[in-house]
């Protein structure tokens, strides 16, 4: 059983721990339906009322923050990158954000939505990656974003530092 789900390129949350560093509260995708390595991939979030940024994002009409959401597309790209370079249990990879152009926010996102995070490699090139994402919420894109991001080990900040 789980040989055919990751032949269908679903990730659960053991493999999501165990292919990126991010963890709660910050670890914003449970699942992904759909991985096709250096290509593609869709994250899912489950937005409760419990997650901890509810509690002052707004009080008395919780939002998901944008940049938030923005984050969960962007832990589906590391994902996409995990995946193609095959890290397996190479927890030193790192994916950082180089830069985010036409962000776009079109629906707030509640608690008790599905965020789908579809997200779609758009260059690689050496440790440069780039990507466009949108979230969407029962079919509805609740935003959208490029984004470019860096793969680096610690070792490589450390001899820049």
Known sequence: MEHEAEAAGIVDINEIQRLIPHRPPFLLIDRVLDLVPGERATGIKN???NEPFFAGHFPSRPVMP???????????ATLICAKSLDVGDDHN????????DKARFRRPVVPGDRLELHVTRVRARAK?????????VDGAVAAEAAFMAMIMRPEDIEAKG
């Open 47 to 49: 937005v409760s009322m």
């Open 66 to 76: 944008g940049v938030l959401i923005v984050e969960a597309m962007a832990q589906t």
């Open 93 to 100: 990879l790192l994916v950082y954000f180089m830069g985010i």
């Open 128 to 136: 440069v990656w780039s990507f466009t994402g949108e979230a969407r």
